[in-house]
């Protein structure tokens, strides 16, 4: 109990944090998984406590400092994994954060790693969900924009992107293919299934 405690503290303490202090503690903290391998265990578990912390932020700034990890290879393929998913459930999802998560998953380290894409793309289509679906009693405001033209072509955008990702995938790639579908059912955008229909038959 003590521990958990503790856990959300630090969790706290890293979302009231700014971007530049957020930033500046993790990328110090957070070293290369190689030069981990010399490390004692309890230098590894305070990495593993501070990156299970860092996905539960919640902020667009701490996806942010997520994609920096990945982009200087910082974190392995199971912590982007952790990361990603931790974040996409934890995030309060606007079009800012969708959009980074869309350049994450367009991203070098996406490309090279089919268990980081998988994991990329269907924490898009949760954060889509997150962002487009309609309002529940007790739910956030959605922070869509108030103009319903743009919102509609904001949907449009998001919705051909996950077609492009299905179009994308080699025909004998079934694992590719089940991965978008995924991610076109995370995100539940009826105009995608439209067009998924028109493309099946």
């Known amino acids: 109990a003590e521990s958990t405690r503790k856990f959300m ?3 706290q303490e890293l979302r009231e944090l700014q971007e530049e202090q957020l930033h500046a503690i993790i990328m110090e903290e957070i070293t290369s998984p190689q030069d981990m391998e010399q490390k004692d265990r309890l230098q590894k578990n305070v990495r593993k406590v501070l990156l299970d912390a860092l996905s539960l932020v919640g902020k667009k700034d701490a996806l942010k400092v997520i994609q920096q ?8 393929d199971d912590e982007c994994e952790l ?3 931790g974040a996409s459930l934890s995030i309060h999802p606007c079009p800012e954060s969708v959009n980074n998560m869309l350049e994450i998953v367009k991203c070098p380290r996406c490309e090279s790693s089919q268990q980081v894409r998988k994991s990329a793309w269907l924490s898009m289509g949760t954060m889509l969900h997150g962002l487009m679906s ?3 009693n007790g739910q956030l405001n959605k922070s869509l924009p108030e103009d319903r033209e743009m919102a509609v072509q904001m949907q449009h955008r998001y ?3 996950l077609i492009s990702c299905f179009e994308n995938a080699q025909s004998d790639d079934d694992d590719e293919k089940l991965m978008c579908l995924k991610a ?3 995100a539940g955008l009826e105009d995608t299934v439209d067009r998924l229909q028109d493309i099946i038959s």
């Open 9 to 11: 503290e630090l969790v």
């Open 69 to 76: 990890l990945m982009g200087n290879n910082k974190v392995t």
């Open 83 to 85: 990361l990603l998913t």
């Open 134 to 136: 309609e309002r529940k």
């Open 159 to 161: 919705s051909q992107e």
């Open 184 to 186: 076109i059912g995370n």
